[in-house]
């Protein structure tokens, strides 16, 4: 298994922006589909946005293309994730993830978690 390392959260007003970082160690020699995820209170994790081993295909949620980017640098084995036009509703814990599979973003292939990185954006 590959060890994840959120960090980039923190208090932003809305409008601005953040950059998440993912650092992966351990078995950073597989192949590894990345995502994002993220968990507000009261409410179920939700798949944010993934990006596959080579960078070449990225997936967004529909609420937020346009604002978010998901790019990776697997010499470094970080994926990144920036967050502009904050807004209070993208409030949550973000997690990384790494997938097993290459065809599919369900939650199922997503083995290896970090763990975790607050966002809180006011309004």
């Known amino acids: 298994q590959v060890q994840l390392v959120e960090s980039g959260g923190g208090l932003v007003q809305a409008g601005g922006s953040l950059r998440l970082s993912c650092a992966a160690s351990?078995?950073?020699?597989?192949?590894?589909?990345m995502g994002w995820f993220r968990q507000a209170p009261g409410k179920e994790r939700e798949f944010v946005a993934g990006i596959s081993w080579s960078g070449s295909s990225t997936y967004y949620v529909d609420s937020v293309k346009g604002r978010f980017t998901i790019s990776r640098d697997n010499a470094k084995n970080t994926v990144y994730l920036q967050m502009n036009s904050l807004k209070p509703e993208d409030t949550a814990v973000y997690y990384c993830?790494?997938?097993?599979?290459?065809?599919?973003?369900?939650?199922?292939?997503?083995?290896?978690w970090g763990q975790g990185t607050q966002v809180t954006v006011s309004s």
């Open positions: 351990g078995r950073t020699s597989s192949r590894y589909a």
């Open positions: 993830a790494a997938s097993t599979s290459s065809t599919s973003w369900s939650e199922a292939y997503f083995g290896s």
